[in-house]
């Protein structure tokens, strides 16, 4: 295994990796130099400055994994990353602390004019009137964005003894309010009544210039805007009328849309009160140390085998979610491989069913876990992460759903596979602690172990079917593991099936000869990743 490195990423992160794979350093690259080196690698890790785009990630032959040793990830094309089956992870509390007391360090800095009273005084100026500031206390923060950093960011502010009123769609009234702060619906509602407001969204197609010469012209004249989040949020061009009119009477700004070219942001030679720094709400040492240790870790996990707990391009698939049906992942996956290798004809739908305790937790890992053995039956390079995208893509409709009948097993997931030909259905369930089973194949219940190499031998019910069948297997040098023979649930049927598990391959001569066999009915042999 070999991870590349590049941008300042803190040492502590090649010992984390010490043992799994070949580390190398490097400098920031350009997209071209990138593209080229990335080849051979199995891990790339980069901060802000090397940006992933899909040239890189299409030259990339061996890459399993990109980690971001920050919270954002817009310096990397999560798209081309899902399409290539690459993971991105970053690490969405290793810079917490930072990124809330620089925000907050931006805040009393701008109110107080710190650095325009810091630089008069080594010019060798008092000039104590000239930088009369603002007290916080008793002020009204708003804050856009009621994650980690927010929800630091308002303890703080809280504590300052501002009030504190929060607009985000996806926390709750109850939240904010359970530390004292306000919950707004919607930011219409917000504007009007902030005295200062901060950022802490990603930004995405919904927050690209929120802040904007309309919501600039919604706000209190005179708010003090503060933004330590990500550049383009704000509408830096519109921003900067707003300083030099007076309607923003002050900023704060850690991030740009042109970084790290700051005499290219509009905001470059701004007249009015502004505090820029470069881009460091997490560049604390602590900070660097805490997010090259925490991606650094998701990689050596996944390059282990493991799963990421902060994928970006596969939240399904997060440690919190993935934990609770980690016993069922490679039950779901052999289903959903098996059921493709019966199924004759186009996919047209996939649905699936759980019951016992499943259906009561997320299930999400279990759906793509079924996707991927699906659609690694007869396509190459399918992962957890593309897998759902090749569904979305290919137009095939997946459902899943969960039943609250009575189960005799721990729990059950049941993968129906549609085409334009035919319909098949396989169950596995969970018998007993750590004993995933197959325990359904259409009509037919059962109980067996998922292996790699199976033989499925519908049958006539007639004497030496069984021996007929093994002679055939052990005359091509085939070891049988285990044999099972399952009838239908309706008994009155005169068919049973052989479910038999081999050392080996089974080649397409033995298959024909077993299909020679009078009695036997389309007898298929399946490949499993088990």
Known sequence: ??????????????????????????PTLTEDELAEKIKGYDALMVRSQTKVTKKILDSADKLKIVGRAGVGVDNIDIESATQNGVIVVNSPDGNTNAAAEHTIAMMLAMSRNIPAACSSTKEGKWERSKFTGVEVFGKTLGIIGFGKIGHHVANVAIALGMNVVVSDPYTTKEAVEKIGAKYVTSLDEFWGQCDYITIHTPKTKETTALINRNTLNRMKKGVRIVNCARGGIIDEAALKEALESGQVQAAAIDVFETEPDITASPLYGCKGNITMTPHLGASTAEAQF???????????????????????NIPALKSAVIEPVRDYMQLAENIGELVKQLSKGNLKNINITVNGNLSELNVAPLEVAVQKGIFSSFIEGVNFVNAPLIAKTRGINVVTSKSQKDCTFIGSISVTLTTDVEENTVTGALIAKNMPRIVRI?????????????????????????????????????????????????????????????????????????????????????????
Do not use: F, W
């Open 1 to 26: 295994m070999k991870v590349l490195i590049t941008d300042k990423i803190n040492e502590a992160a090649g010992k984390v990796l010490d043992g799994v794979a070949d580390v190398e350093y490097i």
């Open 290 to 312: 805490n997010v090259a240790i925490d991606v650094a870790e998701q990689i050596r996990e996944v390059l282990s085998g493991g799963s990421a707990k902060a994928a970006i």
């Open 442 to 530: 259409n009509d037919y219940n059962m109980s067996i172990e998922a292996e790699e190499h199976m033989l499925m031998v519908p049958h006539e019910n007639k004497p030496s079917m069984v021996a007929k069948v093994a002679v055939v297997i052990s005359e091509h040098n085939i070891n049988i593991n285990r044999m099972q023979v399952a009838q239908k649930s309706n008994k009155s049927d005169n068919v049973s099936i052989m479910i038999i598990t081999t050392d080996r391959d089974v080649d397409d001569a033995t298959m024909k000869t077993i299909n020679e066999i009078n009695g036997v009915q389309n007898a298929q042999y399946i490949k499993l990743n088990a």
